[in-house]
């Protein structure tokens, strides 16, 4: 089994910072990609930042330029560095890890999410 933890969603005003982490554990052999997604009004999750394993990135638009992703792949973790908060930044954020098991089954695998909450 894989399990991702989230830690660092909050409350902050606009203008200011937050630094998410998520943190993959279990039975893994190897992780590709990972990436941050946020749920929007509609309760669609959209994709945020992606990062492959050789470190490449991409943003969506709305975020270029205020969010940086980054790894550790030796502590399986993927961090999201969030500056310049808007108020339309404010969701639940959820991580997601594309996984190798030990046993060799591959999948793709959620955090339980982190809320953000930008105010005025």
């Known amino acids: 089994q894989v399990q991702l933890v989230e830690s660092g969603g909050g409350l902050v005003q606009t203008g200011g910072s937050l630094r998410l982490s998520c943190a993959a554990s279990g039975s893994i052999f190897s992780i590709s990609a990972m990436g941050w997604y946020r749920q929007t009004p509609e309760n669609q999750r959209v994709l945020v930042a992606h990062i492959t394993s050789g470190d490449r990135t991409n943003y969506s638009d709305s975020v270029k330029g205020r969010f940086t992703i980054s790894r550790d792949n030796a502590k399986n973790t993927v961090y999201l560095q969030m500056n310049s908060l808007k108020l339309e930044d404010t969701a639940v954020y959820y991580c997601?890890?594309?996984?190798?098991?030990?046993?060799?089954?591959?999948?793709?695998?959620w955090g339980q999410g982190t809320q953000v909450t930008v105010s005025s």
């Open positions: 997601a890890a594309a996984v190798t098991t030990r046993g060799g089954g591959k999948g793709d695998y």
